[in-house]
């Protein structure tokens, strides 16, 4: 027999939140018939959070009169018995039950999130609720006990029947893997996956099988360029005809026209495209026509995956097919992007692996056995998966290592053969840069590339090339090092003795980390950042201690360079890291780095730098280096002026070229701005209250944009339960799930649903077909003015606020906007909640909207009233 429960909770800290809702059935584990069920509320002797009350529908008169916790203990105890448990995240529930009292963590158990981990590794999100969609399974009322364990207990029995669909290799792969642990839960489930059925590997056999689905590197086929000697001859116009089915539009004509000019001219320029212009046609096609008759070749650097991933799963196959011209293209990312199969196969082969690693390594393993290009992105990670994660990446370990046996199938190093037969590479902003600093770039013959997202180069630029040193991650590495040492063994001795001297002396500098931020920024505070000033070297004189430190390491670093049992190449490559942090972050001197020092309850004291200024640092090494570059965006300029961003970016060698949108704003869009609300900063009941109504009556259709999560929280709770009886979903980011969740969850009920977004939702959302036709600004996009790296960058200007902080609060906003009019045929309105646009300096943020856009000021009751009777 096994238990499947779940339980409903107050909270996620079982030290200070309560049971609500148990729920257990006890089933045949043979043909899964119910034996016997247990459902009770609970009285939780404290008020049920709303925002409990919204996700659950329990609310404190439900559990009024319901049992203690105390009362139920040993009918619990007495109905699980030593009987194994099964749950989705089943930890979690454990956890609870053991603060209250009720032991049963030496039952066995199973964990449906623990093998939809791999399983169903393709799936965006493996909470229930989505998993349960995944597989057809109806549940009627999420997030109440009694539902969520039937819906468990179907869950499992279909992830069982779906499994004996697997191929033989992936049992057999998983048997390998589950064959590492001594965790006898990881046995149990092993049973019920039917791999006692299955031969039993060692790692040759395991890596035999993983290499052989890779394969190595093949070359493309090679097409023979028809090279132009005189290019002003072409007429890249002609390339735009497709037929009745594509749109010609007279600004994508323009744009290509002026970036084809920039590629044969060698000339640097900078456009803006408004939405709509077909931007990603406007420079791909003359790209391509470039690249063949000049024989050279072109990168576009996007700043987004989802961006990338059209242009190169969309775009560039739909001109492959029907632009007339054949041409090779290819898609490359980052170094930290891509998994190193030596460091796979290298961290395999340490076994004696915990529980979550298992599941860890089997998503990992199953992947390999279908991924395309190896990249990490493909996949979805939780907290604790990070740091292995982390260990996987190229960008921990030179691939080209003579030690590297996996050279030929590492996936960086077919992406980097590739480039060779390409005429289009497709890369991100996070290479670009970062390839900048790599003493072996991957990226070759760089001399002529469009960027688009162009916006956001500077804070791209800023966190590529911002160094960190984690003191709870060193650790991570040194008990990783250990581990091999007694595996290996290896005299680990002196490693030992290494170990604690290092830990000494990090110990002070973590000690004075703690003291001086603690000193700064209020307890209460969960995540503390600060700007480090001069006042940080005042109080103490490092010198001697960073000495001894850097002694200390780089004799660790000896020790593992000239151990022969086991290569720490990775591991030297990171205490390389930390040398370099600690000695920038440590010395006064470093007037061109930002210091940053921050506190994390999970994470721990972290110190880390970045570069004052990106523009500088670009015009240095990128663009006065490069023969021909197209910045693009469709928001660059503010007020018709290209300004700001030419100053912050060091643009000075660039020519500037603004385009002028299609739609017509006077009759697709309106923005309204309420006159009654008050004061943003202190008016957010009032705020609430309109929202309340303005949700009540549109009913859906609706993206609200937040600038924190405080905000989010505050309207969700506010609003969630008396939306939900009528039939509204108010879809909250981080509540309610991951962005990918919330958008699928939209999509499926436009009509009856509505979003609150923080800064993820600002960009790089795309809700066509009308599903979009309200636009809520609950505040004017300024950055936290405490963020460490905007204080230090502010310090710039002799007018931050006007000079900085507007102008980019601005481009954000247009980014905003965005979301709303994604097409000729959209119609929508706008509702900014901020007064502030009202002062003098906020006249600035009009220039965020597009001209001709229908401006309306009124109370917000008349615009309700309005808004009611057209509804």
């Given at each position: ?189 092993g049973r019920f996956l039917g791999l006692e059925d299955f031969e039993n590997l060692d790692f040759s056999a395991f890596e035999k099988i993983i290499l052989n689905k890779i394969g190595v590197f093949k070359k493309f086929e090679k097409i ?174 030179d691939v080209k290592n003579k030690k590297n046996i996996y050279l030929d199938y590492e996936f960086i190093e077919k992406a980097r053969k590739s480039i060779d037969f390409a005429d289009i590479i497709v890369i991100n902003h996070a290479l ?440």
């Open positions: 027999m096994i238990i499947c429960f779940d339980l409903e909770t107050t909270g996620t800290n079982p030290k200070v939140d309560k049971i609500i809702e148990v729920s257990m059935i006890k089933f045949d584990e043979n043909n899964f018939e119910i034996i016997d069920v247990f459902n009770t509320l609970i009285n939780p002797e404290i008020s049920i959070p709303k925002i409990i009350s919204g996700i659950t529908n329990i609310f404190d008169e439900d559990v009024s009169d319901a049992p203690k916790i105390e009362d139920l203990k040993q009918e619990i105890i007495d109905f699980i018995g030593n009987n194994p448990l099964l749950g989705h995240n089943v930890d979690f529930d454990i956890s609870f039950f053991s603060f209250n009292g009720i032991n049963i963590e030496k039952n066995l158990k199973i964990d449906t999130f623990f093998l939809a981990n791999f399983l169903n590794f393709r799936n965006g999100s493996l909470n229930l609720e989505m998993l349960c969609k995944h597989y057809k399974i109806e549940i009627n009322g999420a997030h109440r006990a009694e539902n969520d364990t039937k819906a468990t207990m179907e869950l499992f029995k279909k992830m069982l029947d779906n499994f004996t669909n697997y191929g033989e290799d992936y049992k057999i792969l998983l048997k390998y893997i589950f064959s590492l642990s001594r965790d006898l839960n990881v046995n149990f489930m023979n360029n028809s090279l132009e000697n005189n290019l002003d001859n072409i007429d890249i116009l002609k390339y735009f005809d497709f037929g009745n089915n594509f749109e010609k539009r007279e600004n994508q004509l323009k744009m290509a026209e002026a970036v084809f000019d920039s590629l044969d001219k060698n000339k640097k320029i900078i456009v803006e495209a408004p939405t709509g212009l077909g931007k990603s046609f406007a420079y791909l096609i003359p790209s391509i026509i470039y690249a063949k008759n000049a024989g050279e070749k072109v990168y576009i650097s996007t700043n987004t995956k989802t961006l990338q991933d059209q242009l190169f799963e969309k775009d560039l196959k739909f001109l492959k097919e029907n632009l007339g011209e054949k041409f090779h293209f290819v898609k490359l990312k980052g170094r930290k992007n891509y998994i190193s199969l030596k460091g796979f196969f290298d961290y395999i082969l340490l076994g004696n692996f915990e529980y979550f690693e298992i599941g860890f390594l089997a998503k990992i393993t199953f992947w390999l056995f279908e991924t395309k290009y190896g990249e990490l992105d493909e996949l979805n990670f939780f907290p604790a998966e990070y740091y292995i994660k982390n260990e996987l990446t190229t960008d921990r370990f670009l840069f970062s390839d900048l600093e790599n003493e072996t770039p991957i990226l070759t013959n760089l001399k002529n590339i469009v960027i688009d997202e162009a916006h956001n180069i500077e804070d791209t630029v800023t966190d590529i090339l911002k160094k960190r040193y984690n003191f709870k991650n060193f650790v991570e590495v040194l008990g990783k090092i250990e581990k091999i040492f007694s595996l290996k063994n290896i005299n680990k001795l002196e490693f030992l003795q290494k170990k604690e001297s290092i830990f000494s002396k990090l110990d002070l500098l973590e000690d004075f980390g703690n003291s001086y931020i603690s000193s700064k920024i209020s307890q209460e505070q969960n995540y503390k950042t600060l700007l480090i000033g001069e006042d940080f070297y005042k109080e103490f004189d490092f010198s001697e201690l960073l000495q001894k430190i850097n002694l200390e390491i780089i004799g660790l670093i000896d020790l593992l360079k000239f151990e022969q049992g086991y290569d720490f190449s990775r591991d030297i490559f990171y205490f390389e890291g930390v040398l370099d942090v600690l000695n920038n972050i440590f010395k006064s001197d470093n007037l061109d780095k930002i210091k940053i020092l921050s506190l994390n309850e999970n994470y721990g004291l972290t110190f880390e730098y970045t570069i004052l200024n990106p523009g500088d640092y670009l015009k240095n090494n990128f663009w006065d280096k490069i023969s021909t570059c197209v910045l693009t965006s469709a928001t660059l300029a503010i007020n018709n002026s290209f300004d700001y961003i030419k100053n912050i970016l060091k643009l000075d060698s660039f020519d500037f070229l603004k385009f002028y949108s299609d739609f017509d704003y006077k009759n697709q869009s309106t923005l309204f701005i309420p006159t009654d609300l008050g004061n943003i900063k202190n008016s957010s009941q009032e705020i609430s209250n309109f929202l309340s109504k303005f949700y009540e009556i549109v009913g859906g259709n609706t993206l609200t944009l937040f600038t924190s999560f405080a905000s989010i929280r505050k309207i969700y709770e506010e609003n969630s339960i008396n939306l939900k009886k009528k039939g509204i979903n108010l879809l909250a980011q981080s509540i309610g799930g991951s962005k990918t969740k919330i958008l699928s969850q939209f999509l499926e009920k436009p009509n009856d649903s509505i979003i609150l977004g923080t800064d993820s939702f600002w960009e790089g959302v795309d809700i066509s077909g009308g599903n979009l036709k309200f636009l809520v600004i609950y505040k004017l996009p300024f950055q936290v003015p405490t963020d460490p790296i905007f204080q230090a960058r502010s310090k710039n200007f002799s007018d931050s606020f006007l000079e900085y902080s507007v102008p980019k609060a601005i481009i954000k906003l247009k980014q905003g906007f965005g979301r709303l009019i994604r097409s000729k045929t959209d119609k929508g309105i706008v509702i900014l909640l901020d007064d502030r646009i009202n002062t003098l300096w906020g006249n600035a943020f009009y220039s965020a909207f597009p001209e001709g856009i229908n401006i309306k000021k009124s109370s917000s009751k008349s615009f309700l009233e309005i808004l009611e009777k057209k509804l």
